[in-house]
């Protein structure tokens, strides 16, 4: 069946590094692929989201590209800050609609 | 524009007690997904409506959960007779056909002793 793989964490870095979590997927047909972020006592927020292969999602610096060759959609930020630590799930959106995500990688910013 | 509303933000109860969380979604959004999250894991959906009309119950057990959207607006999912493995986080989605990303709300923390 469908499914989404994603780094494990939790995953620790200092302000100002370079961040890379990573995500793979299995699916049928071409899914919709998605980032969502889950702050601390909140709900997820859908943080970037791409189509179709090679579209490049971005929203606050976060950048995924979605790679079909590779059945990936890794998320990359230049340079992270405190205000990132937070929970992050990577996702596929299925023709039917259904959403299947990864279970999660917590990050960690120290300052 | 309010988000997804949701209530209680925080529920303990003992085992075979039942139990009720309230969702209510954005204004005009016609979707409402009820999701179950465990800890660690990420969100599973339980049972999604269009409108008044359950479209896909699949993942809900059927035996102890149910849900109603009685108008087509908010929405309540019951479990009877809670068991210890039902303690999670259940959140409330909701979308509509013109934008067609799900807004989450924040959630009810359920935890059963």
Redesign the interface.
């Known amino acids: 069946g469908d499914s ?1 793989t994603q780094m494990e964490g939790p995953v620790t870095l200092s302000e100002e590094a370079f961040l890379t979590i990573n995500c793979t997927y299995t699916a049928t047909g071409y899914p919709s692929l998605f980032w ?1 972020v889950q702050y601390p ?6 943080l970037l ?1 791409a189509t179709k292969a090679d579209d490049k999602g971005s929203n606050k610096g976060f950048e995924a590209t979605y790679r079909k060759e590779t059945t990936s959609f890794h998320l990359e930020k230049g340079s992270v800050q405190v205000s990132d630590s937070a929970v992050y ?1 990577c ?1 596929l959106r299925r023709r ?4 299947i ?4 990688t917590r990050l960690h910013i120290l300052p | 524009e309010a988000g997804v509303v949701q209530s209680p933000r925080y529920k303990i109860i003992e085992k075979k007690q039942p139990v009720a969380f309230w969702c209510n979604p954005i204004s005009g959004h016609n979707t409402l997904y009820w999701y179950r999250q465990n800890l660690g894991q990420g969100p599973e959906l339980l049972i999604r409506y269009e409108n008044e009309e359950a479209v896909d119950d699949s993942q809900l057990p059927k035996d102890r959960f149910s849900a109603e959207r009685l108008k087509g607006v908010d929405s309540t999912l019951k479990i009877q007779p809670a068991e210890l493995g039902d303690s999670a986080v259940y959140l409330c989605a909701s979308s509509s056909p013109r934008v067609y990303e799900q807004y989450f709300g924040p959630g009810t923390r359920l935890t059963v002793t």
């Open positions: 989404v969502y006592g909140e709900g997820l927020q859908l989201k799930f996702a039917d609609d259904k959403i995500f990864g279970k999660g």
